[in-house]
C-alpha cells in the first residue's frame, strides 16, 4: 500500500461521511428552522438530492428528528472510537446525545416485531391480546414508549443497568404520558427473577456481554408465558468490503458479540423454543422463538 493508496481512500471514505453530516445538516436546519446562506443551503439540498432524490418525501418532522439524532449518535461514537481506541468494551456512553440517539434507533423495531407477526399467526394472536413485554437493555426508553403507543393493551417493563440511561428514561416516560404501563427497573437481564410474567421478551444482543447469553435465555425463557415469545436482535454488517469487520468492531466494542444466525437458533431450540424464524431488517436480523 503506497501513500498515494492509503491518501485515495482516506479521501474515498470521507466523502461517503461528510454526505451524512450534509443529510444531517439539512435536517438540524429545517427542525430548528435555523437560516442558512441560500447558496449554502442549495448545495445542501443538491447533496441530499445526490444521495436519494425522493429521501425526505412523505417523511415527517418527527420521524426527519429522529433520523438526525441517529446521525448525531453515530458521528459522536465514531469520534470516540478515533479518540479512544485503547477503551475497552462495553457500554460506558454518558453523552446523552449518544443516549437518545441509540434509542430512537430502537423504536423501529416494534414495526419490525408487527411485520414478523403478520407472517407468525400465534404471534400476530399474542399481539392483538393484552400482554407485557420485557425491554433488556431499555436504554432511554424509547422502544418502551414506542410499544406503550403502539400496542394500547399492553404493559411494559424495561430493565437496564447503565443509570445515565435509565435516568433520561424516566423522563422519558414521564413525558410520554405512559408511566402507568411502563416499568422501569435498575436491573441486568442475569438478575431477571420473574416467572411466567411476559408475553413477549426483546433482547438486543450487540449490548449484551456475550458470557451472560446463555444465563440470559435462561432467565428469560423462565419469564416467558407458556407459549411467550422471544425477540433476538442481532447487527448485521454494511454490504461493503469491511462491512463485516466493521459490524463486528462495533458490537465487541460496545461490550456484546456478533452472533451468527444459526448460532442463535440452536441456542434457542436447546432452550425448548419452537416456531423460531429469522427476519432481516435494515443493518439487523431478528431472531424469534416461541416458548414451547
Do not use: C, Y
Not at 492509503?6 to 466523502?15: E, F, I, R, Y
Not at 425477540?231 to 451468527?260: C, I, N, Q, S, Y
Amino acid at each position: 500500500m503506497s501513500v498515494e493508496s492509503l491518501m485515495v481512500a482516506t479521501q474515498k471514505l470521507g466523502a461517503s461521511m461528510e454526505a451524512l453530516a450534509a443529510l444531517g445538516a439539512e435536517l438540524r436546519l429545517r427542525r430548528d428552522k435555523l437560516f442558512a446562506a441560500p447558496r449554502l443551503r442549495q448545495l445542501l439540498q443538491e447533496v441530499v438530492h445526490g444521495i436519494d432524490p425522493k429521501m425526505l418525501d412523505g417523511v415527517t418532522a418527527d420521524q426527519e428528528e429522529a433520523a438526525l439524532a441517529i446521525i448525531e449518535a453515530f458521528f459522536r461514537q465514531a469520534v470516540d472510537l478515533l479518540e479512544n481506541p485503547a477503551r475497552a468494551p462495553g457500554w460506558t456512553h454518558a453523552d446523552p446525545a449518544v443516549l437518545h440517539g441509540q434509542g430512537l434507533t430502537s423504536r423501529r423495531f416494534i414495526r419490525v416485531i408487527e411485520v414478523l407477526a403478520s407472517r407468525q399467526a400465534d404471534l400476530k394472536e399474542a399481539l392483538q391480546r393484552p400482554g407485557v413485554l420485557l425491554d433488556v437493555g431499555t436504554g432511554v426508553g424509547w422502544l418502551a414508549i414506542e410499544a406503550a403507543r403502539s400496542w394500547p393493551a399492553w404493559k411494559v417493563v424495561g430493565i437496564d443497568r447503565w443509570e445515565p440511561a435509565l435516568s433520561l428514561a424516566r423522563k422519558n416516560v414521564a413525558a410520554s404520558g405512559f408511566e402507568q404501563r411502563i416499568e422501569l427497573r435498575a436491573q441486568s437481564v442475569e438478575q431477571l427473577e420473574d416467572e411466567g410474567a411476559f408475553t413477549l421478551a426483546w433482547l438486543p444482543s450487540p449490548f449484551l456481554p456475550p458470557e451472560i447469553i446463555t444465563a440470559a435465555l435462561e432467565r428469560v425463557r423462565r419469564a416467558l408465558v407458556p407459549g411467550g415469545w422471544v425477540v433476538f436482535g442481532v447487527k448485521m454488517p454494511a454490504a461493503t468490503p469491511w462491512g463485516e469487520a466493521m459490524t463486528a468492531l462495533k458490537v465487541v466494542r460496545d461490550g456484546g458479540h456478533p452472533w451468527k444466525t444459526e448460532e442463535v437458533e440452536k441456542k434457542l431450540l436447546d432452550l425448548g423454543f419452537d416456531q423460531i424464524e429469522a427476519s432481516l431488517t435494515a443493518g439487523s436480523t431478528l431472531i424469534v422463538g416461541r416458548a414451547g
